[in-house]
C-alpha cells in the first residue's frame, strides 16, 4: 500500500455515491479519486452511526475479490448501505449522523493454525466443515478483535457464530482453516465530509 495517499478521499466519495443515491440524483458521473484510478484491492465498506466511540454498527459488506477500485467501490458503498441483511436500508435521514469507513486488504496469507495471527493487526477469514460437510465461512476486519477487547479463542467462537454454525463448537474448532490479512483503514464522519468536499 502507498503511504503517500489521501485515503480519505475513498471515504468522501462514498458519501457522495450515497447522497445522490438517496436524492434520486445519477451516481455515475461522480468523480472518482485520480490518484485511486486504476487500482485494484480486495475491500470493506462500513457505515457506522451515532456520535463518539459508541458509534454503532449500521452495515458493512466487502468482497475479497482483488478488482478495480473504481468499479468495486461504488457497488460496496451501495451493498453495505441497502443489502446488509442484519439492518433495514439507510435512509435520508440518516445521513448526518453516518460515518464512513473504507478497509483495502492486503497481505494475504495461510495461517499455520487458528490462532496464528495478531490482534489488531490481522483481520482474519476462516472456513469450516461440520460434520454433515456442510461449509461455512466468515471474516472480521482486523480493528474487531482489539475494538472488542476479544482474545483469539473468543474471536474465533464468535467468527464460528457469525459463519451460521449453531453447532458444537468444539466439533468444528479443529478444523478451521484461517487466512489472514492486513488492511489500511480511513475512516470519515458526515460532518469532516462536509468539511472537506
Known sequence: MESNLDYSKLCIYCFQVLENFLSKRNIDNIPFPEEFKGKSYPLFVTWRIGAGKEKELRGCIGTFSKDNLEKNLMRYTLRSAFKDSRFP?????????????????????????????????????????????????????????????????????????????????????????????????????????????
Do not use: M
Open 89 to 197: 436500508p439507510i435512509s435520508k435521514d440518516e445521513i448526518k449522523d453516518l460515518s464512513c469507513e473504507v478497509s483495502l486488504l492486503d497481505h494475504f496469507e495461510k495461517a499455520n493454525n487458528p490462532v496464528d495471527w495478531i490482534i489488531g493487526k490481522h483481520g482474519i477469514d476462516i472456513d469450516f466443515d461440520d460434520q454433515k460437510g456442510n461449509d461455512y465461512s466468515a471474516t472480521y476486519l482486523p480493528h474487531v478483535a482489539e475494538k472488542e477487547k476479544w482474545d483469539h479463542e473468543t474471536t474465533l467462537k464468535h467468527l464460528i457464530r457469525k459463519a451460521g454454525y449453531k453447532g458444537s463448537l468444539e466439533s468444528v474448532y479443529k478444523n478451521i482453516e484461517v487466512t489472514r490479512y492486513q488492511s489500511i483503514k480511513t475512516a470519515l464522519s458526515y460532518q469532516e465530509y462536509e468539511n472537506k468536499k
